[in-house]
């Protein structure tokens, strides 16, 4: 926020899913597209948008932002299935900026995992093609840094930049009838006449083809980053603390890749996923687990509930109580389909610390 306290982070916006194009390199459109408001917060959003491309494929993604007080991560949960064979010349899984839309360009792209760095290198501006050949994302937690981010046009700027990060929670993909794991690569993009560069996850470069029973199911972190201390004046003392070491560095992203990995060991209850939000089904209204790890607030959901005031969360054993007007801390939602409720908190986790969390 440029460091005058409330302003907005200037937009370095643009980002897309499953973008395809035929072998004559003609875009298939998403079509019969429909969303779906799950959620619509305060603690937690959540909208599923649903369509087809092409013929005979399938695709759900499903986009959440949670509340806490650091810097903003936005979650894409994305499934696409395979009915049809479908030839392609160009298929981007995910790619921030996006090929019709960019809002800034990072002079640094980086790739690593939980065991760190893998490499660095700079960009190349524009030219509506790849600038190198995909590269392999290996690990269990693999991730991508587009910094020293800087504005395309020269016009003066309101508030601070930002530089951007992509962590993968999970992948499992089949893709030209084998398994497949992520890969990256680096496009040059001339968006709005502005030369620039996005980071494009796409499949292993042997691959030209979809098949019947192709698949790809990912969660996807997509983070914004201060690029100085200066930028930052939230209450947050592990973020600051880090950019005054790391800021405008790979290593802000490497950071949030490791110091977010939520570790959970469920007592009670059914885990349901991890991300965007640690999503936990009661067993007749009680839960009870350890998590280690997150940053920011970490937002955990309580299923199965048999009404909306059912029961109180608790962190190692103390009632959690955040409010300011009374019951404004947590939010409640309704499934009509199992005709229950869910009660959806955001807490602070202690750094290097387990903490018990229970609901009853």
Known sequence: NGGEELNWTVNVGGGDFFRLFDPSGERQPHAAMKAHYRRYGPCLTEVEYSGQISEGIE??????IARTNDLLRATYRIRLDVDKPCAFSRFVIFQVGADTYNKTYETLFAVGNEEGLLSQWKTKRGGARYSSSPTHLPGEIPW???????????????????????????WHARLGGKPAGPWVAEYGNDAGGASSATVD??????IREQRPG??????????ILPQSREDYTGPDERLKTTLEKKANTW?????????NNRKL????????????????KSDRGSVSFTLEGGLGYVPITITGLGSPNEGKLKIDDIILDQAIHGNDFWQTNYDSMSK????TYNIKTPEKKTVRIGFD
């Open 144 to 170: 991508i840094s587009m910094h020293e981010g800087e504005p395309l046009s020269s016009a003066p700027i309101q508030g601070a930049w930002a530089n951007r990060g992509i962590i993968l929670r999970s």
């Open 265 to 280: 060991h469920i007592q009670k209850g059914e885990l349901l996923h991890s991300y965007p939000d640690i999503r936990i």
């Open 214 to 223: 192709d698949f790809v199911e990912a969660t996807i972190e997509h983070i």
């Open 340 to 343: 229950t409720w869910s009660r």
């Open 251 to 259: 290593e802000m992203v490497e950071r949030e890749a490791n110091g």
């Open 201 to 206: 996850i796409v499949p292993p470069p042997s």
């Open 59 to 64: 695709h759900t993604k499903s986009v959440s």
